[in-house]
């Protein structure tokens, strides 16, 4: 089997590490086996169905928010991906890319990035700088995913949940989505966004898994169940960062 990883706007929107998500991603899927190829989607490219298995779309400031909330609109690269997620493709977001991918996103001082309405949430830019170690209890529905999910946080904009959105996980340490209802993230068929930078996925190697064997079985029309691994380095960064911060 071949996954083809779409790193959306890699170029620009990937700090704190959120590269670390692509790799995770792209080791945890050769060690099975799967080819892997990592393909950068960035502004003036085209996105057609089928073009990647999977998405990823990482964080970024103000400055590149902007660069990039124009090309998703303009380029209607936006639209593409919300058709991709409704027919089942998986989708990581985090923070910057996240707050892209709701109604819209409010800067301090500039005008309102319009989003692409993927996700039923709006985000403003606060005074509040929210950062830190961040723990979370999933409560939505993520086959497999036995523990809590750990990372680190890092945002002004506080995003909140319009009706019918369906928060990640209820915060156990940390701010997440606004630091005001104890939500963070959201999630939306096999997308999810959430402020959890870190990498997020190496530290969280069992939703790694998910977000491929969705991508697989979409892909494949067919049930998906990877091999295990030896996680045990994994688990002990997982564990370690639940014990120091919860
Ligand atoms: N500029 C956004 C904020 O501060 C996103 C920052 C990020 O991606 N970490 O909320």
Same mark, same amino acid.
């Given at each position: 089997?071949?996954?083809?990883?779409?790193?959306?706007?890699?170029?620009?929107?990937?700090?704190?590490?959120?590269?670390?998500?692509?790799?995770?991603?792209?080791?945890?899927?050769?060690?099975?086996?799967?080819? +892997?190829?990592?393909?950068?989607?960035?502004?003036?490219?085209?996105? #057609?169905?089928?073009?990647?298995?999977?998405?990823?779309?990482?964080?970024?400031?103000?400055?590149?928010?902007?660069?990039?909330?124009?090309?998703? +609109? %303009?380029?209607?690269?936006?639209?593409?991906? #919300?058709?991709?997620?409704?027919?089942? +493709?998986? %989708?990581?977001?985090?923070?910057?890319?996240?707050? %892209?991918?709701?109604?819209?996103?409010?800067?301090?001082?500039?005008? #309102? %990035?319009?989003?692409?309405?993927?996700?039923?949430?709006?985000?403003?830019?606060?005074?509040?700088?929210?950062?830190?170690?961040i723990v979370i209890r999933p409560i939505s529905d993520i086959r497999n995913l036995t523990s809590e999910l750990v990372g680190f946080e890092n945002h002004s904009g506080k995003t909140f949940l319009k009706d019918g959105a369906k928060p990640l996980g209820k915060v156990v340490k940390g701010f997440g989505n606004s630091g005001e209802d104890k939500t963070e993230g959201c999630i939306y068929k096999n997308a999810i966004g959430c402020y959890m930078h870190g990498s997020l996925l190496p530290k969280n190697p069992e939703l790694a898994d998910w977000l491929i064997e969705k991508a697989l079985e979409v892909k494949y029309g067919k049930e998906v169940k990877l091999k295990s691994l030896d996680d045990s380095l994994e688990n002990l960064a997982h564990q370690k960062a639940v014990q120091r911060f919860s």
């Open positions: 089997m071949k996954l083809v990883i779409g790193y959306l706007y890699g170029d620009l929107m990937n700090i704190y590490g959120d590269t670390g998500n692509i790799i995770a991603l792209k080791k945890r899927a050769q060690w099975r086996g799967v080819e +892997v190829e990592v393909r950068n989607i960035s502004i003036g490219d085209r996105l #057609k169905a089928g073009d990647a298995d999977l998405f990823f779309f990482g964080g970024g400031q103000n400055q590149q928010q902007e660069l990039v909330s124009r090309d998703l +609109v %303009l380029s209607l690269k936006g639209k593409a991906i #919300k058709s991709e997620v409704e027919r089942g +493709v998986p %989708l990581l977001a985090i923070c910057g890319g996240y707050q %892209l991918l709701g109604e819209y996103y409010k800067p301090q001082k500039e005008p #309102k %990035l319009p989003g692409v309405n993927l996700f039923p949430i709006y985000t403003v830019a606060s005074h509040q700088r929210m950062i830190g170690n």
